[in-house]
């Protein structure tokens, strides 16, 4: 079975309870041909996986279920810092032996780089996984300012803001 380890930075606003976080990931993934089509595998983080007939059409759908969970975790946390840390904890939670699968890929892909195609950049030297959560703005806290009412002030966080992305097929007007 070939497999592809994937590397990718991924950038997100996360809107949660009053609070908008900016999530940005550096991550691994195992993308395998199979019979039917591809699959991918999240490494870091490893609660994530897609697949689709096509490499592109599996890469999308990867993307598509993990920023359904940080919309997931925003609706759930009460608050920043509970969001900051279930992100944190399932970013650095691996599935058994993907790990090793993704390195074992980046082994074979090194001693023979045109296994890569012409599909995506190959790069040599990387960095390890990393997550970063950044607070961008919010509701101050009510002991801070107890005349503060964010509708008032126009501002709506609530996780039920976070962007539906819709892709369709356009004919001729």
């Given at each position: 079975m070939t497999s592809y380890?994937?590397?990718?930075t991924l950038r997100d606003p996360v809107?949660?309870?009053r609070f908008l976080a900016g999530v940005e990931v550096h991550g691994r993934a195992l993308m395998k041909v199979e019979e039917h089509g591809f699959w991918i595998d999240g490494v870091n983080p490893g609660a994530v996986c897609a697949g689709g007939e096509g490499r592109d059409e599996a890469l999308l759908k990867f993307r598509d279920s993990y920023r359904a969970v940080l919309y997931s975790f925003a609706a759930a946390a009460s608050s920043f810092?509970?969001?900051?840390?279930e992100v944190e904890r399932f970013f650095w939670e691996e599935t058994p032996g993907e790990a090793e699968a993704w390195t074992e890929a980046a082994k074979e892909l090194r001693a023979d780089p045109s296994k890569a195609g012409d599909w995506l950049p190959v790069r040599s030297e990387y960095a390890a996984p990393r997550v970063t959560i950044a607070w961008l703005a919010g509701e101050l806290p009510q002991a801070a300012n107890d005349n503060y009412q964010p509708e008032k002030a126009g501002q709506r966080?609530?996780?039920?803001e976070n962007p539906a992305e819709e892709m369709?097929?356009?004919t001729a007007a």
């Open positions: 380890p994937i590397i990718f809107i949660g309870r810092e509970e969001f900051r840390a966080l609530e996780p039920e369709e097929l356009a």
